[in-house]
């Protein structure tokens, strides 16, 4: 077998790695791959390693044991996290953002790939010690960032849909209240998608009231599946107390004032660097 | 400034390059980012380049000239994506995915973060040149992959929705009728989220009898925006002709066979390789 020069191996071994992150590939594999002893693809691991934590461009884990290999984790940098909810904070506080009622229009934010690629590495590196099975969100403002986050964890997203379709076979469909507008909600999954005992991994877009969240809840508890975190884009911060506690988000919307035309949306406390 | 050594430099330059497809890079920013001389600089890419294409992980291109620079592209290889492909059909061929109606369960496919990543890098390679400002979806199923070739391509997705929302501030909304089972549909779109004379990717996740993918194109005439490509996931080989013939697709279904428990779907004829 033709040898393989520690820059091919790196490189390659950097792409295959980041192309399937939190997916443990064994050394052996590797080993195989570039024709080179299990000593050197160590090393070439090691190299990996520092230069990713250098450049705050991510991380890998190296397993051992029979089971053993190397992965690639999304871990970015605090700092950089802060410094990155910072600009799409400021981003959404553009006055020419508030709509009628005092909505604030995020949708092109919120599909926008970049951004949601780096949310979903954020949330992921929050939740690699969760093991989830899949990522549970509803239709249709949180999928992007939901996808984005399961491509982080190396997991299937599962989509809840407000109404059914001929597509997703047998459904369960609960009812639920929305806990800001107290009007009755609807949501359905396709019974073959999760399997009892499964760990769920729970992401939208915006907390207001935890309605929806709860109907995720409850929706998990008729699959027998368990909620392992539950994590937002947003939350609003209101004076009513919400229905669920138990969270994470990555921003907190704090006012959008129509009259004064000023928004007031900062990261979350869990960044711990507030300004 | 501290010298960076080779190794370092093409992993960190990889990594960078890859965490925004298609968007160009000026080789002043490694140059200062290394603290290396320019032709240095234009070595390392050469050898990134060469180890992507070897192990067929993905293609470097450089741009000359005053607004030159290099970016990755996700150009993966044909035989590659073809055997992609086909292990993507044998999954969708399992009988226990026939449904009631002749209907194919593919949802959990279609969200695989890894296979709509894939899905999305081939999607995106073939329309490079068309240069499209954002990639055009309606909800729900479509949203993942075509998340994922926005992605690839660098620029942000946009959503129709079946019911607009108060979030979405002022909407252009059209009707259209659904080319297969002639009931009459509805998609809306944020006024501001699409400027006049912009380039739209249409990407959706099954074309039956094209109805929704006029209606998506007839939204576009509303915000003078122009589209300059239609891709799908699937598309039916049904008899009768469709409303559009101008698309491309990664997959046909020909026939799922209720009765005899037998699904019929192959790589599309684009990738030239049929059995």
Redesign the interface.
């Known amino acids: 077998m033709e040898k393989v020069k ?3 191996r ?3 071994m ?3 790695l ?3 992150p939190n997916k443990s590939f064994t050394l052996n594999y590797f080993s195989d791959l570039f024709g080179a002893a299990k000593s050197t693809i160590s090393e070439d691991i090691d ?2 390693r ?3 934590e ?2 705050a ?2 991380a890998l884990e190296t397993v051992t044991g029979a089971a053993g290999g190397v992965m690639y984790l999304a871990r970015t940098d605090a700092a950089d996290n802060y410094a990155f909810l910072t600009r799409v904070c400021s981003k959404m506080q553009d006055a020419a953002r508030i ?3 005092g ?6 934010i919120l ?4 951004v ?2 780096r949310m979903g590495e954020i949330l992921a590196a929050w939740y690699y010690e969760a093991r989830a099975d899949f990522v549970l969100t509803v ?3 949180g ?2 960032v939901a ?2 986050t ?2 982080s964890l ?6 809840a ?1 407000r109404d059914a379709r ?4 047998s459904v369960v469909t609960i009812n639920y209240l929305s806990g800001s507008s107290h009007t009755m909600q609807r949501m359905s999954l ?1 019974k ?2 999760v399997r009892e005992g499964q760990r769920a991994l729970i992401v939208d877009d915006f907390l207001k009231g935890g309605g929806t969240a709860v109907g995720l809840r409850d929706l998990m508890k008729e699959f027998n599946a368990q909620v392992v975190g539950t994590a937002f884009v947003m939350e609003a911060a209101t004076s009513k107390a919400k229905l669920i506690d138990d969270y994470r988000s990555l921003m907190v919307l704090e006012d959008v004032n129509e009259a004064g035309k000023t928004v007031s949306i900062s990261p979350s406390k869990l960044f711990g660097k507030r300004a």
Do not use: H
């Open positions: 520690r820059n091919e790196v490189i390659a950097l792409k295959i980041s192309n399937a190299i990996v520092e230069v990713l250098k450049y461009l991510g709509l009628p009622g909505f604030l229009y995020v949708t092109d599909n926008d790939p970049t949601t690629a239709e249709t403002m999928i992007p996808l984005m399961a491509r190396g997991v299937p997203l599962i989509i849909r001929m597509t997703d076979g396709p073959r998608s």
